[in-house]
């Protein structure tokens, strides 16, 4: 008990540390933060005028979607892209030789980037509220809750998955970019896939971030009737998840490339 005490102490001073690394680093906050603010933004203004439906204005219903997209980028992007420039910096492999239990250390991270995205969905929530008529709507907090953890869960150990088979940490920030931002677009994250080619929607269908977006966004439309999580949300997430600690567990290297 002692010894998990401990542990639990030198994990909350992870967090911090790897949480005053992110603030420190002003262009992972604006992508992370800012960026997605300013979505939520720009589209409630050109979109968002007038009452959408029953006095519902737009941000009721892309202010969820935005939160999501922040978090995930809390999570895939800014763990891919500080663990992969850390370990090649050297970090890593230091962390190795000292007494620091490894997994205290990426635990760590990965509990920094959760904390980052609990942040930019409570941010997203107040300005759609305070700025754009969004209404807090608390009958389905609780699965909100829950697909909000199964998410991050999911892409946390992604995130990771992409820095252990990227094998450079200047390539990582292309390869991350180059898989969340279409996913985004194809998961309806910007633009509804009501009208869109059957293809592109089964393509959604595939990855994880659609069966994130939809079941949180659905916490919180007046007008959604049904379940609200379904069990192919929980397969795609949990399958994605699985896979992600696979790859994790089979080619994540403490050691920077050179020194392989």
Known sequence: MTVLRADLSLLWRQIRSQNRTFWRTPVAAFFTLALPVFFLALFSVLFGGSEVADGYRFAQFFAPAMAVFAACSATFSNLAIGTAFARDQGILKRVRGTPLPPWVYMAGRIGSGVWIAVISVVAMFVVGWSLFGFVMLWDNVGVALS??????????????SVCAVVRTADTVPAVTNAVFLPM?????????????????????????????????????????????????????????????????????????????
């Open 184 to 260: 985004a677009f194809i998961s309806g994250i910007f633009i509804p896939l009501e009208d869109a080619p059957a293809w592109l929607v089964v393509l959604g269908d595939i990855f994880p971030l659609k069966h994130f977006a939809e079941p949180f966004g659905a916490s919180f439309n007046p007008f959604h009737t049904g379940p609200v999580l379904g069990w192919e949300n929980l397969a795609t997430m949990g399958g994605w998840l699985v896979l992600g600690m696979v790859l994790t567990t089979r080619f994540f290297n403490w050691d920077p490339r050179g020194s392989r």
């Open 147 to 160: 697909v909000f953890v199964l998410g991050m869960a999911t892409f946390s150990a992604l995130g990771l």
